[in-house]
T-cell receptor
Framework: TQLLEQSPQFLSIQEGENLTVYCNSS?????LQWYRQEPGEGPVLLVT?????EVKKLKRLTFQFGDARKDSSLHITAAQPGDTGLYLC?????????????FGAGTQVVVTP | DSGVTQTPKHLITATGQRVTLRCSPR?????VYWYQQSLDQGLQFLIQ???????AKGNILERFSAQQFPDLHSELNLSSLELGDSALYFC?????????????FGPGTRLTVL
């Protein structure tokens, strides 16, 4: 089993501050996804990173895949209340050819006005 | 809107009963995944089907079963329900190709067992 550990578990910040969420594993992944989930709703795919060292930007969100493809980070610049949610990382194993993902436990982010 | 639909949205039932949850994948997606999410367990993978065939099993109880039909919709059957089965159940679909493995989630079914 490839375990994905997310940290921190909970993050509460003021609007305008920056934050970083981490996703770590001892296993190598062929790709890694980040999702955001709001209460009572399904996770929504934010980004997929595939190449080691890859950096992707989505407006104020920056995603990085580690060089060894074992870890990833999500950085939010100038957070807004709309960024509030549960952020989940999910990795696809190199040997799994059927698309199964391993999900982390999530980081709950709360941005207060 | 992810394009994945799930019914019903809410389900309230009693212990010992049996329920069926339904999922329709995005157009063109052959793979369907079922997940259970409870407050203390996070998002737990249950089972995956690809074009009608079971491809992967996770932490799925023997009381639970699933199938995928020729039109690619899927059903998750939960029987002999217990209080601890109360949770959100999500279906996701994908084209299931490596390495991107992107999954798109439905809105979920909230199951409450009384």
């Amino acid at each position: 089993t490839q375990l994905l550990e997310q940290s921190p578990q909970f993050l509460s910040i003021q609007e305008g501050e920056n934050l970083t969420v981490y996703c770590n594993s001892s296993s190598v992944f062929s790709s890694l996804q980040w999702y955001r989930q709001e209460p009572g709703e399904g996770p929504v795919l934010l980004v997929t990173v595939v190449t080691g060292g890859e950096v992707k930007k989505l407006k104020r969100l920056t995603f990085q895949f580690g060089d060894a493809r074992k870890d990833s980070s999500l950085h939010i610049t100038a957070a807004q209340p709309g960024d509030t949610g549960l952020y989940l990382c999910a990795g696809a194993g190199r040997t799994d050819s059927w698309g199964k993902l391993q999900f982390g436990a999530g980081t709950q982010v709360v941005v207060t006005p | 809107d992810s394009g994945v639909t799930q019914t019903p949205k809410h389900l309230i039932t009693a212990t010992g009963q049996r329920v069926t949850l339904r999922c329709s994948p995005r157009s063109g997606d052959l793979s369907v995944y079922w997940y259970q999410q409870s407050l203390d367990q996070g998002l737990q993978f249950l089972i995956q089907y690809y074009n009608g065939e079971e491809r992967a099993k996770g932490n799925i109880l023997e009381r639970f079963s699933a199938q995928q039909f020729p039109d690619l919709h899927s059903e998750l059957n939960l029987s002999s329900l217990e209080l601890g089965d109360s949770a959100l159940y999500f279906c996701a679909s994908s084209v299931a190709t490596v390495p991107r493995n992107e999954q798109f989630f439905g809105p979920g079914t909230r199951l409450t067992v009384l």
